[in-house]
């Protein structure tokens, strides 16, 4: 943490080298010392410590100075800080207005000019006003601070993004938080440009791209190299578990992500039937081990960075990002995912961000701390998503449209569903309609059994329903099936022929795509079981076909 600010402010040059002399050397160690000449350019840096996210444990100011007093000065800074300790410097003159400053202004302490030796005229009061501050010091804290309104759908996605870079931040809401008001005055924004985001160094950005955060932040998002062995689209579990295979083995390997590594199992608040982690791990928890490992055998991972188009020149593949930039390889592997199924229901769309949302549990759930909390979706994501909400939300409604939840949920969500008393899951049930003006207000839902519905004040929706490949910028290049699933090996076999365009005497590796050296894996996969352990699985031994390809091409 930052050492504590003991601000000090005299006009007169003399006196303030002294005094801050005197400061330096018996609390040099402990706290940071500042000095400013006037009690406006001490109001100017107090907005950069207050934009800093700094304490301030001490103002020492002299009283006489000309356009502020030494009380005047005060009155504006203890608005900004308002736990500091605060003494003024007098001169014998001064007394009398020194002592009706301790009624008004609440002045700890004033002190006579001059205060040699200092050892029994200066450092035994500040002492003690240092120590009760101490006392009663609560260390802010010093990571990013998010400032919007909930509602915002730039507010949620910027919180969304550090959530999911694994990035610890900390939210204030600008209709409930004060010092929030206060830090958007200092940091001249509006609220129109909301959200601000700020930095521990004291900068700020206002309604910033993920990019620019990215940037930053320290996120690379440029490859430093041209050529690759292995490129890897896509950062969940295939593409980390490739990663870090390809890379150990040798291969010069670079992952490309477009939102944060983990794809949609990193926003899994918890995966209690991956092997060899018996009390269970969220999917944050997963894809930071995950990010460890792969750069700890050198893999780039470039984030947030999205591919545009692939092309190929034999023997190489090349990639084209969305920055105008391209690289190239021998062998790419596409981990693209999937997306949680967009629904065509009127009002949705409009309030996606600001009380709907898609995924994003642990970004949202303690802003619903005590509320009713609305899910829908009938699989472990939904189910995970509703046991972490049940922690915050005085109550977890799941609108599940089919019978049960044993056709898509894992039996050990299902009794854990079952024991949650704040839980309950509505079946046969789905929204047709969500109202609301600048945010979430309400729900039509209808039981599909008796063709009943019912409008319910809800403030937050979170849908987790489906699988959607975003595979459309692959379109007559990779063959897909009909739902835009990419095909593998022995499923772009037809009648016993191989792809079209494949010129290579052997078939498809199990897989490879249409393409040579161009693979899939997990969850864009057809056919592939959507499970983490099996996009681990399929990433793991793909690198093996990859070996093989290499084989043949180098």
């Known amino acids: ?61 002299d009283q006489r100075m000309p356009q502020m007093s030494g009380v005047e000065f005060l009155e504006q800074a203890l608005s900004m800080f308002p736990d500091a300790k605060r003494a003024l410097l007098t001169a014998y003159a001064d007394t009398d207005a020194a002592i009706r400053a301790i009624n008004t202004t609440k002045i700890d302490y004033y002190l006579m000019k ?16 240092l120590d009760d501050w101490q006392a009663t010091f609560h260390p802010p804290f010093e990571g990013i601070r998010v400032i919007g309104n909930r509602w915002s ?11 999911r870079n694994q990035i610890p931040y900390q939210w204030m809401d600008i209709e409930l938080s004060p010092e929030a008001q206060q830090l958007v005055e200092y940091a001249d924004c509006d609220t129109l440009h909301l959200p601000l985001v700020l930095f521990a160094d004291g900068t700020n950005l206002m309604q910033p791209s993920n990019v620019q955060i990215a940037e930053k932040i320290g996120l690379q998002t440029q490859a430093e190299k041209p050529f690759y ?20 083995e040798g291969l010069r390997t670079v992952m490309i992500e477009r939102e944060a590594p983990g794809g949609q199992a990193g926003t899994s608040s ?14 944050g928890d997963l894809a930071r081990r995950a990010v460890t490992q792969a750069r700890r055998f050198g893999v780039e991972i470039l984030t947030p960075q999205e591919v545009t188009g692939i092309r190929v020149e034999d023997p190489y593949r090349f990639v084209q990002l969305s920055d105008g930039s391209e690289i190239s390889c021998h062998a790419l592997i596409l981990a693209l995912g999937v997306a ?41 994501s939904a189910g995970q998503a509703a046991m972490y909400f049940s922690k915050y939300a005085s109550h977890v409604t799941m ?11 894992s039996q050990y969500l299902i009794d854990q569903i079952g024991e949650t008393p704040n839980i309950t899951v509505k079946t046969h049930t789905s929204v047709i309609e969500a109202k609301g003006e600048t945010s979430l207000e309400a729900l039509t839902i209808v039981n599909a059994l008796t063709g009943e519905t019912q409008t319910v004040p809800a403030t937050s929706l979170f849908i987790f329903i489906g699988a959607q490949p975003r595979t459309e910028w692959l379109d007559g290049v990779v063959e897909k099936g009909d739902r835009g699933f990419i095909l593998t090996g022995p499923d772009l076999q037809l009648n016993g022929r191989r792809p079209k365009g494949w010129t290579l005497e052997r078939d498809p590796y199990l897989l490879e795509t ?15 079981v959507k499970r983490v352990a099996s996009s681990v699985g399929e990433g793991s031994i793909c690198v093996q076909f990859v070996h093989q390809y290499l084989s043949n091409v180098v």
């Open 1 to 61: 943490m930052a050492k504590p600010v003991i601000l000090t402010v005299d006009d007169d040059p003399e006196v303030l080298q002294a005094v801050a002399r005197d400061l330096r050397q018996e609390y040099g160690d402990r706290f940071r010392i500042l000095r400013a000449e006037s009690g406006a350019s001490a109001l100017e840096a107090l907005e950069q410590i207050k934009l800093r996210n700094q304490p301030v444990a001490l103002f020492l100011v």
């Open 114 to 129: 001059p205060w040699d030796p200092p050892q029994e005229r200066l450092y035994p009061v500040l002492n003690d006003l």
């Open 153 to 163: 759908p730039q507010s949620h996605q910027a919180k969304d993004f550090l959530a």
């Open 229 to 248: 062995d292995l490129i890897i689209i896509g950062g969940g579990p295939g593409g980390l578990a490739a990663a870090v295979y390809g890379a150990s």
């Open 270 to 283: 918890r995966i209690e039937n991956y092997l060899g982690f018996p009390v269970g791990l969220s999917g």
């Open 340 to 380: 949680w199924r967009r629904l065509n229901v009127p009002g949705l769309e409009k309030l996606t961000g600001a009380g709907v949302y898609y995924g994003a549990a642990q970004t949202e759930a303690m802003s619903c701390q005590g509320e009713e909390v609305y899910i829908i979706g009938g699989a472990n």
């Open 399 to 409: 609108l599940v449209r089919g019978d049960s939840l044993t056709k898509s949920m």
């Open 514 to 528: 249409n393409i040579p050296g161009v693979f899939a894996v997990g969850d864009v996969r057809q056919g592939s």
